[in-house]
């Protein structure tokens, strides 16, 4: 993702995946990146005071849905877990995420990945890049140590 590519989408499906990003949310907005979500994630999250713009789920809008909007590729990540609450909810996301696939837009599936992603980009927001090491050179500090 760019640094110009600063438009998030977040479909979370339970409760506690989306207690669990709350920091991740928050390091997001800090970062100037804007918030949309799916009408139960938008929700959370607005209850929590933050800046989130809501989208309509799949098919249950006259407007503009979810689905459309990531087909014109108007977010730059995508950040969905499954729910499995309903057949529906479990259709919508497997439709969301393979139109991320087809569209080529990032999107990460797992809670715990997303809140270290969020923490990477805090890193490269402060210091302009992460570290990184060669595969050689973490084995050999290894057999040295």
């Known amino acids: ?10 479909s979370l499906g339970t409760i506690e995946e989306k207690a669990e990003f709350i920091h991740g949310a928050k390091r997001l907005q800090s970062l100037g990146y804007t918030l949309y979500g799916t009408p139960g994630t938008y929700q959370f999250f607005h209850d929590q005071g933050m800046d989130i713009t809501k989208v309509a789920k799949i098919g249950e809008s006259d407007e503009v849905d979810v689905l459309q909007m990531v087909d014109k590729k108007m977010f730059d990540l995508i950040i969905n877990t499954a729910s ?15 139109g991320a696939v087809t569209r ?33 050179e973490i084995i050999t500090k290894s057999i040295d140590s």
């Open 104 to 136: 080529k837009i990032p999107l990460i599936t797992n809670i715990k990945l997303a809140r270290y992603f969020t923490r990477c980009l805090e890193h490269i927001g402060k210091s302009g890049s992460l570290p990184y090491h060669s595969y050689r």
């Open 84 to 98: 499995h609450n309903t057949r529906k909810e479990e259709n919508s996301g497997y439709l969301l995420r393979t």
């Open 1 to 10: 993702m760019t640094h110009g590519g600063k438009r998030v989408l977040l």
